[in-house]
């Protein structure tokens, strides 16, 4: 949760590229020119240059029209690199591999960005019936279980200064009033794990804990099960394994980030 300093001026072109680029990354469908430069108030001709310069260096593709534009391969080495240059990912893939193999859920490895979550790391669940997610996918921290994890490593006025007003309403179940939150994140705080009840996506139930390499956390780990697969003494088992699993690479601490 830091900010630019203030005497920071950003470069106008680099900050229109990555404009772009991102926007095509959390709107992944085809887009027209006219539509990118209405979204990201960018003058046609200026876009126009930019977009083929991108699409000529493969961040960039366009349909067999040449007319709509969608991201190209080449994003995906960035993405790719970024993950593999990661050894905290890596660290926790056995972490993953075993919550995965107990219970036959989705398991996520998330991080906190801002006001939202990403998901660096996952494993699918063995259901037919199970949770969509993607890694590089993007939600809006307050209304998921890692993201509320990772919320609470922060004090109050960090958690203000880093959501969005008013709260966004993902379902009928997300949080949107900041005093609630705020007496769910003390909740999360004294329990030691988070908990997402419908809050993200309808029907899905999420548990999380912070992984306990860094102060304050960056890092959260979930299993998500669907509400009808849900019963007491299942929800007991995964918070046990979550402190036995994650929390207890506390004790670990030293050793594995020296």
């Known amino acids: 949760m830091s900010t630019a300093p203030d005497d920071f001026q950003p470069v106008k072109s680099a900050g229109r590229t990555l404009d772009l680029l991102e926007l095509l990354a959390d709107h992944p469908q085809p887009w027209a020119l006219g539509d990118l430069a209405r979204t990201l108030g960018i003058p046609k001709s200026s876009l126009h240059g930019l977009l083929r310069t991108l699409t000529s260096r493969g961040w960039v593709r366009t349909d067999e029209t040449g007319t709509r534009f969608r991201l190209g391969l080449r994003a995906l080495r ?21 919550l995965s193999r107990r219970f036959g859920e989705a398991v996520h490895l998330g991080r906190l960005d801002g006001d939202q979550v990403v998901y660096l790391a996952k494993r699918e669940s063995v259901h037919r019936l199970r949770l969509y997610s993607a890694i590089g996918r993007r939600l809006p921290a307050h209304a998921t279980a890692l993201g509320k994890a990772l919320l609470a490593e922060h004090p109050e006025h960090e958690v203000d200064h880093a959501l969005p007003s008013p709260l966004p309403r993902l379902t009928p179940h997300t949080i949107t009033d900041r005093e609630d939150l705020h007496v769910t994140l003390a909740a999360v705080r004294a329990a030691g794990h988070a908990v997402d009840r419908e809050e993200n996506t ?13 102060s304050p956390a960056v890092d959260a780990v979930s299993v998500s099960v669907p509400v009808s697969r849900l019963r007491p ?12 699993l994650v929390g207890g690479l506390a004790q670990a601490r030293s050793m594995l980030i020296a």
């Open 202 to 214: 309808e029907g899905i139930t999420c548990f999380a804990m912070a992984v306990p390499l860094a």
């Open 78 to 98: 960035v993405g790719a690199a970024y993950l593999d240059g990661d050894d905290l990912v890596g660290l926790l893939s056995g972490v993953l591999d075993e």
């Open 233 to 244: 003494d299942l929800e007991a088992a995964i918070v046990a394994a979550l402190r036995e």
